[in-house]
């Protein structure tokens, strides 16, 4: 076409000179350039013949046909043998250059994508799908079903008489991690099959496209076909009449031509001369069979590529509101040869789709196409040694024929791609797709669904792990319930994830970050889990669902929602859906790029530090949030705080960031907080999947009573932090989390540390303060006073650490060993510590009084000490501090060590039991009570762990058989039961002399249920001992009403039936007391009534 414009041009523009006539421009034009126009065009004859598929398109391109070179040559490259390509020089042209440049069809080779506007076809098999989306209910989203009405175009064509029924999802399995199962694509259409219709009385939907004509590919084939796009959505076909019409055109034009030819030559050979003559009686033979040739030739090249392939033809029966919606998603980004393409999410409307395929012979024309090929070089050398004899104008003609028709062609084409076939142009949303590489699945979720956003929300304190209903159960309480738009876009986006990931049907996109992210999620939850399920109250549950909260916005309007994701037991591990985690973090991550576009001023960008909250809590608690992110993280990262937190329903924000790892933060609406956080290098995606693993280990945590494992103290590489604590269970979950690499080992922490504080599952501080006595007690033994001193001093200094007190004890309990070691040095790290203390404690304002008094006391402690040694210059350094001798005004060396402990004198005790080989057992009062038995009566702790460490016999008895535990049972003291109780406790069944009542008696008629508990733990604990009346301890706890008690010992296996000597039972006791639940509650266990008669 640009060659033909070209020449009209140049011979227009060609300066004339007065010789030069009107006849001599038309032989010159006509016989030496027009008949050669015709042989070229090359670019627009592979356009039409690309996209002809019947064989009145091959009609109208053989009618003043343009490219007869191009036609000719590329019915060889389709359909030649090697040697007739060897003679075009094509023979080692590979088959998809041809079918890339020629045909409307794709195949393994050949595929077409969308680019700047338009259809590209290119080699390779690069990523695109094409699904359906029906008209769908709730129905379609159940956890039988799965496909949330999207399926891909094989699932939703019928090609038998009878319509099939749309399949259920093929995937089986737990989603696309291990363990994922693909299950039978027909299984859906099977008669006998179980996924038929759940219920008969709504069946499954018929498959809205049906095979109108041709004949389609076997399963297999048809499942792994490339989509069509320019054949169904890169061009703008025309009505049928209009392709009629350009035919009937092309013939008549053609034709009149040829009659012209014909007219001018025979009717009036007089008025149209050559050079004066006749035209030769030659020409208008040839002209008219060589036209006839070249049209003939023509249409067969067109008719062999057009029959190349083969083309199947669907439509959608019934009416507008049944239809389906056909949708085709590209990821951008994708690089074919030099040439990288854009994202595309496009849709159609169009009731007829079209499929074209390659036949899979290419020798069936090999006669047709030698006969071709002869013919039309025959025709056009005959027509162009014809046209060389006729009248110039029969050439003018025919040359206007060849470039109308062109015309012709070029407008049966011209419409391309519509506008409302590119989702982002049609919603005006082209701001959209610069962002939208990578989230083209997510875009098209919320596309479906009706939601323009939707986030994890940050509140997550009652969604719960729960046991999951069996579909028996679960199906009447849910029937009714509809749902939300949130949900059903992640179920929509939990599909789209499902069948692209399908291996076996040819679907694999294996390079989507979120899915890389989402298999990593689901490996740490998994590993987790099988760490943390031992621990569940209700160990026996199979499977149970995992709720979190979900806010989707849609036309300004937040929405609170629930989803539920399944966590399944298979064996000894737990698995999970990794395509509904891919569905929730795709479209967060698509919900913040979103949010971020249309909120200028929010720093969100990729390559940037994002935020992971510590802690969100009034500016008073800020404190021990800092101080447990000290001990418990491995390394260090800066903690910056945040003054002001603005609350959203979908995000929190700190200033003009995003603020992850909101789920750790339980706070009221009306409170201001403040907030810490940690900057990290982790993309917003990853930060999204590790706040996903927040939800999922809070409501986990709210299942079980407590994670158990080992709590030690770990060394630091950093000399600043002296003491960190480490958990064996946290460690093993910190281990899940870093194998699955979903982040780093201080990741793991910051995940898992404030959760675990949210939900007050931290270990306790009984467990923390046992390790740092441990870690104490080996700097000790290996003689690094100094670091034993650092390790104290640093948690005093954190003033908000639980029991702090606790900690001003062992340090000055330190300084008490070291002020009486045989060391000079050590003892100067005593005397100096002291004396440090002392001041501290005159200088602080608004000090602790039980702080103040425990420094005193260990103030008074090295003064006697001091005095024994006669170190005078450390007497005076101590009184200088602070330290008085009247802390302890009636000291006097004549008592002993059980009169101090009988006085609940805390300091002289400490005192005389640090002296080195003390008797801590010697004397006693008048009943035979010694210095443990006091202490365990009077609860006192410090002095009861002091004996204890200078091993004290916890089994001596007194006059009355009463042990340090029956004093300890009989008040209530469970610190000091449970310190006796760890070391070998024989006289534990012991009954006093006077009534024969044991220390479980004593607890459980007083009501002391801890204590019972921890006797019960006891392997020999006899429960059935009876006293001097003939009560056990199961009667003496029915006497007291104490239900709980009662619940303990019947579980332990205590006699229900056991009769004192008054003949009363437990149960008979409860009912003459009024206790009436506890009566009702010991016959449900099987208490027998029995009844004491009057006279007793």
Not at 421 to 436: A, H, P, S, V
Request: hydrophobic content about 40%.
């Amino acid at each position: 076409m640009t060659l033909v414009i070209s020449s009209v041009v140049v011979l227009a523009f060609t300066p004339s000179s007065a010789a030069f006539e009107w006849n001599d421009f038309t032989n010159n034009l006509a016989t030496d350039l027009a008949p050669l126009i015709t042989l070229f065009g090359e670019q627009v004859t592979k356009q039409f013949l690309s996209e002809s598929l019947s064989t009145w398109d091959n009609v109208i391109f053989a009618m003043a046909p343009l490219g007869i070179l191009t036609a000719i040559v590329s019915a060889i490259r389709v359909c030649g043998s090697a040697s007739l390509r060897a003679f075009i020089g094509r023979a080692q042209e590979s088959p998809g250059t041809a079918e890339v440049e020629l045909l409307s069809c794709t195949s393994e080779t050949t595929s077409e994508l969308w680019h700047e506007g338009g259809i590209a076809r290119v080699f390779g098999a690069p990523q695109i799908l094409q699904v359906v989306k029906v008209k769908s209910n709730d129905r379609f989203y159940e956890d039988s079903d799965k496909t949330a009405g999207i399926f891909l175009f094989s699932d939703a064509c019928s090609t038998d008489e009878e319509q099939q029924t749309l399949p259920t999802d093929r995937i089986t399995g737990m989603g696309l991690g291990p363990g994922a199962k693909v299950a039978d694509a027909n299984i859906a259409s099977s008669p006998d099959s179980s996924t038929r219709s759940v219920n008969e009385s709504h069946p499954r939907p018929k498959r809205p496209w049906t095979l109108v004509k041709g004949e389609e590919d076997d399963s297999e084939k048809a499942q792994n076909h490339r989509p069509n796009l320019s054949l169904n959505i890169g061009i703008k076909r025309q009505p049928k009449k209009f392709t009629y019409a350009a035919a009937a055109f092309g013939i008549i034009l053609q034709g009149g031509v040829l009659v012209f030819a014909g007219v001018l030559t025979y009717r009036f050979p007089d008025q149209f001369l050559n050079d004066g003559k006749p035209v030769e009686q030659y020409a208008f033979p040839l002209t008219l069979s060589g036209t006839i040739l070249i049209g003939l030739g023509m249409f067969l090249c067109g008719y062999i590529i057009e029959k190349t392939t083969y083309e199947v033809y669907y439509e959608q029966p019934g009416n507008e509101t049944d239809m389906a919606q056909m949708y085709w998603v590209q990821p951008g980004g994708q690089k074919i040869g030099d040439q990288v393409f854009g994202s595309f999410i496009g849709s159609s409307k169009d009731r007829k789709y079209v499929k074209s395929s390659r036949v899979a012979s290419r020798s069936k024309f090999d006669e047709v196409l030698w006969f071709t090929v002869i013919i039309t070089i025959f025709g056009f050398v005959i027509q162009f040694v014809g046209l060389r004899g006729i009248h110039s104008s029969v050439i003018i003609a025919q040359l206007a024929a060849t470039l109308i028709m062109a015309i012709v062609r070029a407008g049966l084409r011209s419409q391309r791609m519509a506008k409302e076939t590119d989702i982002l142009k049609r919603d005006n949303q082209e701001k959209y797709r610069n962002i939208l590489q990578d989230h083209e699945l997510d875009f098209l979720a919320t596309k479906l669904e009706g939601i323009e956003t939707m986030f994890v929300s940050p509140e997550q304190e009652r969604v719960l792990l729960r046991p999951r209903l069996s579909p028996s159960q679960g199906s009447s309480a849910e029937a009714t319930q509809t749902l939300g738009k949130g949900e059903r876009a992640l179920k929509a986006r939990a599909r789209l994830a499902r069948l692209t990931s399908d291996e076996d049907y040819g679907i694999s996109w294996k390079d989507l970050r979120v899915r890389d992210v989402a298999i990593q999620l689901q490996l740490a939850i998994e590993g987790v889990m099988e760490t943390l399920s031992a621990k569940l109250r209700n160990p026996g549950i199979q499977n149970h669902d995992w709720r979190i909260r979900i806010c989707s916005t849609s036309l300004g309007t937040a929405y609170i929602e629930i989803f539920s994701l399944q966590l399944r037991k298979e064996g000894l591990t737990w698995k999970t859906d990794c395509s509904e985690l891919e569905a929730i973090l795709g479209i967060w991550a698509w919900s913040l790029l979103h949010y971020k576009a249309n909120n200028p001023g929010f720093s969100y960008r990729l390559g940037k530090p994002t935020k992971r909250l510590i802690a969100a809590a009034p500016s008073a608690r800020l404190g021990e949030a800092k101080t447990w992110y000290q001990v418990w993280v491995q390394r260090r990262l800066m903690l910056e705080q945040q003054n002001s937190v603005l609350r959203k329903k979908e995000i929190w924000t700190g200033g003009d960031h995003l603020l992850f790892g909101c789920q750790v933060s339980r706070v009221r609406d009306e409170d201001f907080i403040q907030a810490i956080y940690v900057l990290t290098k982790n993309s917003p995606l990853t930060m999204c999947a590790q706040d996903l693993f927040i939800s999922f280990l809070g409501g986990i945590l709210q299942e079980i009573d407590g994670i158990g494992g080992k709590t030690e103290t770990r060394a630091s590489a950093d000399p600043r932090n002296v003491f960190l604590l480490r958990n064996s269970q946290i460690e093993a979950m910190a281990n899940h989390f870093e194998d699955s690499e979903l982040g780093s080992r201080e990741d793991a922490y910051m995940c898992i540390i404030p959760i675990l504080v949210r939900e007050s599952k931290l270990p306790v501080s009984e467990d923390v303060f046992t390790a740092i006595q441990d870690q104490v007690a080996i700097y000790k033994n290996d003689g690094k006073w100094e670091d034993a001193e650092q390790l104290l001093q640093w948690v005093c200094d954190k003033s908000d650490v639980p029991r702090v007190a606790e900690a001003y004890n062992m340090l000055g309990g330190l300084y008490h060993s070291a002020m009486r070691h045989e060391e000079g040095g050590i003892r100067g790290i005593g005397f100096d510590g002291v004396c440090k203390l002392l001041k501290w404690v005159s200088e602080t304002q608004n000090q602790r009084s039980d702080i103040s008094t425990l420094v005193h006391q260990y103030g008074w402690i090295g003064l006697r000490i001091a005095m024994e040694t006669q170190d005078d210059a450390q007497t005076s350094k101590l009184k200088s501090s602070g330290a008085k001798e009247d802390t302890v005004p009636d000291y006097t060396d004549n008592l002993q060590l059980w009169e101090w402990v009988e006085k609940d004198n805390t300091a002289v005790a400490k005192y005389l039991i640090g002296k080195k080989d003390y008797n801590v057992d010697e004397g006693e009062d008048e009943d035979g009570r010694n210095a443990l038995s006091w202490a365990a009566k009077n609860g006192n702790f410090d002095i009861t762990v002091l004996l204890l460490e200078k091993n004290a016999d916890r089994n001596l008895h007194d006059d009355q058989e009463r042990t340090p535990l029956s004093y300890a049972a009989e008040n209530g003291h469970q610190s000091i039961a449970e310190i006796l109780l760890k070391g070998d406790l024989n006289s534990i069944n012991m009954s006093t002399k006077n009534d024969d009542k044991t220390a479980l008696m004593l607890a459980a008629q007083n009501g002391h249920e801890t204590i019972v508990e921890l006797l019960l733990k006891v392997p020999y604990i006899s429960l059935d001992i009876r006293d001097k009346n003939g009560d056990t301890a199961l009667l003496h706890a029915a006497r007291g009403g104490y239900q709980r008690i009662v619940i303990l010992l019947v579980d332990k296996g205590a006699d229900l039936n056991a009769v004192n000597r008054y003949g009363e039972t437990a149960r008979w006791i409860a009912y003459r007391n009024d206790y009436t639940e506890l009566e009702g509650l010991l016959a449900k266990r099987g208490a027998k009534d029995l009844i004491v008669d009057d006279d007793e």
